[in-house]
């Protein structure tokens, strides 16, 4: 059930995918996912953090999108996990640079939902350590 934190960030619980049990409480521990920008300022990078301890602390952080300021714009996030495990996000982005695919009349490609497909490996492998 998605949970709704400060500043209106909507958190939502991961099953891990391997179903282990926690030795004190034999439950299924949950890990907590959180998508959104990592900027001061802009929207220009959207990234993907994992909390081992229900949002207490946000030790993975990996880009699923990563621009210098003023060149791209990412946002509205939306996380499901599949039944195999793997997570799917989409999300909406526009591109601010000259070098864009064009489309049949000629006019640059400038914005779009994308959608991203990863599994809790990928999101282990990390681009940065927790900076929340």
């Known amino acids: 059930m998605p949970q709704r934190r400060p500043a209106g960030v909507l958190v939502q619980r991961f099953r891990r995918a391997h179903g282990g049990r926690c030795a004190d409480s ?16 802009g929207r220009h990078q959207l990234a993907v953090w994992l909390s081992d301890d229900e949002g207490r602390t ?3 952080a990996r880009h699923l999108e990563r621009d210098a300021e003023g060149r791209g714009r990412y946002a509205y996030p939306c996380a499901i996990q599949a039944r195999d ?4 996000v ?8 000259d070098d864009l695919p064009r489309d049949e009349q000629g006019r640059p490609k400038r914005s779009a939902i ?19």
């Open 26 to 41: 034999g439950r299924t521990p949950t890990q907590w996912l959180l998508i959104g920008n990592d900027t001061e300022q």
């Open 58 to 60: 946000w030790r993975i």
């Open 85 to 88: 495990g793997t997570i799917h």
């Open 90 to 97: 989409t999300y909406s982005y526009a591109l601010e640079r």
């Open 114 to 132: 994308k959608w991203a497909r990863f599994d809790r490996e990928w999101l282990l492998q990390g681009d940065s350590s927790g900076i929340l």
